[in-house]
């Protein structure tokens, strides 16, 4: 059973940054991809961005350019860099680890809430 734990969100403003955190158990971390995913209010899950275990990344159109997904195989993590948050990045942000192309294990969520 893989456990993903996210740490770093919080609170910031207009503009601002944050570096989310996702640390994973299990000895096959490198092998996997990872991503991000967040859940605003009343809305469905959506995909932000992954990384392969060869270190492509994708992003969704909303984020690109202003967020980077990279990973530490060494430390089983996972970071997303966010820079010039909106308020509308305001959501619930997810790390999840994938299996057989899809998301199969899920972290616990971290807040995040761009506002002024």
């Known amino acids: 059973q893989v456990q993903l734990v996210e740490s770093g969100g919080g609170l910031v403003q207009p503009g601002g940054s944050l570096r989310l955190s996702c640390a994973a158990s299990g000895s096959i971390f490198s092998s996997r991809t990872m991503g991000w995913f967040r859940q605003a209010p009343g809305k469905q899950r959506d995909m932000v961005a992954t990384?392969?275990?060869?270190?492509?990344?994708d992003y969704s159109d909303s984020v690109k350019g202003r967020f980077t997904i990279s990973r530490d195989n060494a430390k089983n993590t996972v970071y997303l860099q966010t820079n010039n948050m909106k308020p509308e990045d305001t959501a619930v942000y997810y790390c999840?680890?994938?299996?057989?192309?899809?998301?199969?294990?899920w972290g616990q969520g971290t807040q995040v809430t761009v506002s002024s």
């Open positions: 999840t680890q994938y299996v057989s192309f899809r998301p199969a294990y």
């Open positions: 990384i392969n275990s060869r270190g492509s990344t």
